[in-house]
């Protein structure tokens, strides 16, 4: 069974500040790793993702994760954050073998301050 | 436009009246899902498909049904909906789990 922990519910930043939301996984076997955002009374959109190669992923607006297999971490970073990216962020992951089965992380809602 | 489109967006219900949530999407996608989010639990699996006639109980399937009989389809079914069903229901597809799922605009159930 695999399992997803976000350290931090919630994220106070500055805004113009460097952002780190935390992820860590657990799984017995390799995993497919995404960051989902949800703005506020909207799904989920697909920030980025990591499934084989480069253990830094870009992806769209500016944010980055990446891959550390030793410390099971997939975090997630923004070296400068604006109003509009207020909204809650999950972290998830999937298997390779059962790839339909997607866990969630509990979220991280971010929160910038003016 | 690329879609998913889910029905309704908002639902106030009685205990034990059946319902049912539709979920559409128009990308020929195989594999399609239904979460349902709480707070502080984030998004749990309730049941997915991986093709037509082919579902799977997720993480929190008691009280749920689906069915898969299109491609294009995968309504949420509540039998006797319960207040601890009370929740906002996302479905989401995917071409396969590598790409990530898109995921629908959500359905927040009230049952009374």
């Known amino acids: 069974a695999q399992s997803v922990t976000q350290l931090d519910s919630q994220v106070p930043v500055f805004e113009e500040a460097p952002v780190e939301l935390r992820c860590n996984y657990s799984s017995s076997v390799s995993v497919y790793l995404f960051w989902y955002v949800q703005y506020p009374n909207q799904g989920l959109q697909l920030l980025l993702k990591y499934l084989s190669g480069s253990t830094l992923v870009k992806g769209i607006n500016g944010f980055e994760a990446e891959f550390n297999k030793s410390q099971t971490s997939f975090h997630l970073r923004k070296p400068s954050v604006h109003i509009s990216d207020t909204a809650e962020y999950f972290c998830a992951v999937s298997d390779r073998v059962a790839q339909e089965k997607l866990t969630f992380g509990t979220g991280t809602r971010l929160t910038i301050i003016p | 436009e690329a879609q998913v489109t889910q029905n309704p967006r908002y639902l106030i219900t009685v205990t034990g009246k059946k319902l049912t949530v539709t979920c559409s999407q128009n990308m020929n996608h195989e594999y399609m899902s239904w979460y349902r989010q709480d707070p502080g639990l984030g998004l749990r699996q309730i049941y997915y498909s991986m093709n037509v006639e082919v579902t799977d109980k997720g993480d929190v399937p008691e009280g749920y049904k689906v069915s898969r009989k299109e491609k294009r389809n995968f309504p949420l079914i509540l039998e006797s909906p319960s207040p601890n069903q009370t929740s906002l229901y996302f479905c989401?597809?995917?071409?396969?789990?590598?790409?990530?799922?898109?995921f629908g605009s959500g359905t927040r159930l009230t049952v009374v």
């Open positions: 989401a597809s995917s071409l396969s789990a590598g790409w990530g799922y898109t």
